[in-house]
């Protein structure tokens, strides 16, 4: 038998126009990308609704500030988004692949 989830490290609300309550759950994830990738999806899902992506209390990504200050387009956000924790990877694991070979490892 299996059991359904009902706490996820990343979730996607929207909010009441003041901020103040939260109008609706729209998603619960466990990877950082696809949570983004569901925050930016429902930013142009619902334009001028309010949305905001968190990590439990921290909040990562806020739409009020993404959509109306900005003027980003939602894709574009996006690419930038992934290409830039593809180079933050690439940049660890290129690291840690020195350290390896010169055998100095972390432990």
Not at 4 to 32: K, L, N, Q
Not at 51 to 59: K, M
Request: with cysteine; aromatic share 8%; net charge positive.
């Amino acid at each position: 038998m299996s059991t359904t989830r009902t706490h996820f490290t990343f979730r996607v609300d929207t909010w009441t126009p003041d901020g103040e309550s939260i109008v609706e759950h729209v998603a619960g994830v466990e990877d950082y990308r696809v949570a983004l990738a569901t925050f930016l999806a429902a930013c142009q899902r619902w334009p001028g609704t309010p949305i905001t992506l968190r990590q439990g209390a921290r909040l990562i990504e806020d739409n009020s500030q993404t959509v109306t200050e900005r003027g980003v387009d939602l894709p574009s956000l996006l690419r930038e988004r992934v290409g830039s924790l593809h180079k933050n990877f690439r940049r660890k694991f290129q690291a840690v692949t020195e350290e390896v070979r010169r055998g100095q490892t972390r432990r």
